[in-house]
Structures are given as structure tokens and as C-alpha cells.
């Protein structure tokens, strides 16, 4: 019986019932939304019993579903303990794996690890940019540090960092044919956006910075789009433009004077923070603990710096 379960479409429709919703379920998946509808209708099928009430807005399991979806959220978390001990066994738990954006990895947590492996010399760590989602059930990470609003339920979560936002360029925009002294002086500017996806809340985009600023957006003279938040960081200290700066991703470019403020307004606060998040069994390993004791330091430190 085991041979002929559909567990791809089983991990799917757990997934559907814990986030409610396929889009959560389709990007913690890594699929479309459509190939995770399919694999839920598979299940049904297969199963012969309706396991959700679709709606408009969201979808609710019945009392088989609901059923299936406990069983099968035990059995992967089952999974992900053995997994767990048995990547452990035999490294003395000195090895570390940890998970998050890229953009957070390039311009904040790379800069500051070194602290780390000096404080810590005994303990390796793995850092992997993977943009999708981490199921810690598969065993493909010990901590992860997440984008969004904090809500990640049955797993231990420590807020890192908050967020603002403030508008930077590279120092010679502010002077060049067409100087940067106020928001009106983005039309004559390329503007950088980096295109996040909603997790709940308000984007923190260029709208939302004009709209809780009050100013009026102008129609900029280029817009140049990007699906990774270090490659807007990128573009803006190379010159190609303006790009709304999230303070965790642009503070050390700030310090040392590879972006500047156009602007003498104050930053934004936004609806979204940085997340240390990993299982609470995670936490019985002593690498993890000192991971988060010290992520957690250097937050503090950009905190009160900042």
C-alpha cells in the first residue's frame, strides 16, 4: 500500500491546508498554483471523498481533509526529526545549514559572518540563497531567516530585524544634469524596483513610500524592474538609478558612502521585518543556539546604530 501513495500530491494538499491557500501552498512548494489545484483534485480522486470547500478567496477542508492533512502534518514532521538526527549523527552537530534571500545573505549576513566563525571556529556553516520557501520537514535547512510578517505557524520565530524605507541613489546623481532635491525630481530619473511578492500587509514598495510619506509619485523617465533585491542594491551604487532602500539591505552601503539620501525626509517604517525562524527542536542543538545568540547580537547592534 505504501508503494502507491501519491505522496507529492499529499505534501501539496498539507500544505494547502496549513497556509489556506494554494498561492502560500504554490510558492512554499516551488510550483504554480495550478499544478497544486491538480495534485488536490488528484487526491480527491484518488481518495473518492471532497477534501476542501473551495471558495472565492480561500479554501476550507472538510472534516476528511482537515483529517488527512493532521495525519499527513505528523508524519512529515516525523520525517524531518529523523532527518534531522540522521544528517547530525556523527558531525557533532558542528555543522549548520541555514536558509534566506539572497539579497539579505549578500548585503547584510555575508558582511557580518566572519564574526561568527571567529567567535565560533568549531562550527561550519552553510548559507543557501535558494529564493523558494524552506519546508524544514525535508530536512533541507536548520534555520532560516524569512522576509514578511512573522507569521509562521508550529515554528520557533525570533524577529531580527525591522524595516523602513528610504529613497538612495549614488552620490554623483545628486549633482548631475538633473540634480536629486525632491521627490518632483524623480521624473527626470530611472527608478529601480524590486518586485516582491506579497506575504500579507502592505508591499513596501515605491507607492507605499510616497503614500505614508505624502507625496505625490511622479511618472519617472525610466523604470527598471528586478527580481532580486541585491540587484537593485546593485544597480543604485552603480548610478543606473534610484531605488527604494530597505535599511537592512543598504545600511553598510550608506556607512561607508556608496549610497546617500537624496532626500530630507524620514524614512518609513514598513509593514514587513526580517525573521530568525527554525523548528523548536532545532534549538536542542547547541550550533543552532549559538547561531541565533549571535544573529540576534548583530541585529541589536544595527538596531541601536541605526
Known sequence: MLSTLPYAALRAFEAVVRLNGFGRAADELGMSQSAVSQHVRMLEDWTGQRLLVRGARSSHPTDEGRRLAEAVAEGLGRIGEVCQDLRTRGK???????????????????????????????????????????????????????????????????????????????????????????????????????????????LPNWEF?????????????????????????????EGLGVALGRDALVMDALA?????????MPPVPSDYAFWLVCPESALSRPAVRAFQAWVLAEAAVCDKSG
Not at 119 to 136: G, K, L, Y
Not at 211 to 219: C, D, E, H, M, T
Not at 257 to 263: A, D, S, T
Open 92 to 202: 557533532d552537530g558542528t555543522t549548520l545549514a541555514v536558509t534566506c534571500l539572497p539579497g539579505f545573505a549578500i548585503n547584510w549576513l555575508f558582511p557580518r559572518l566572519i564574526r561568527f566563525d571567529q567567535a565560533h571556529p568549531d562550527i561550519s556553516v552553510s548559507i543557501s540563497t535558494d529564493p523558494r520557501p524552506i519546508t524544514f520537514a525535508a530536512g533541507e535547512a536548520d534555520v532560516a531567516i524569512r522576509y514578511g510578517m512573522g507569521q509562521y505557524p508550529g515554528l520557533h520565530v525570533r524577529k531580527l530585524l525591522g524595516e523602513s524605507l528610504t529613497p538612495v541613489c549614488a552620490p554623483g546623481l545628486l549633482a548631475g544634469e538633473a540634480p536629486l532635491r525632491a521627490p518632483a525630481d524623480l521624473a527626470r530619473h530611472t527608478l529601480l524596483v524590486d518586485e516582491l511578492k506579497p506575504v500579507g500587509g502592505r
Open 209 to 237: 513610500w510616497a503614500a505614508q510619506s505624502g507625496v505625490v509619485l511622479p511618472r519617472p523617465a525610466r523604470v527598471r524592474r528586478f527580481g532580486q533585491s541585491n540587484m537593485v542594491v546593485q544597480a543604485a551604487i
Open 256 to 264: 561607508d558612502g556608496r549610497l546617500v539620501r537624496p532626500f530630507a
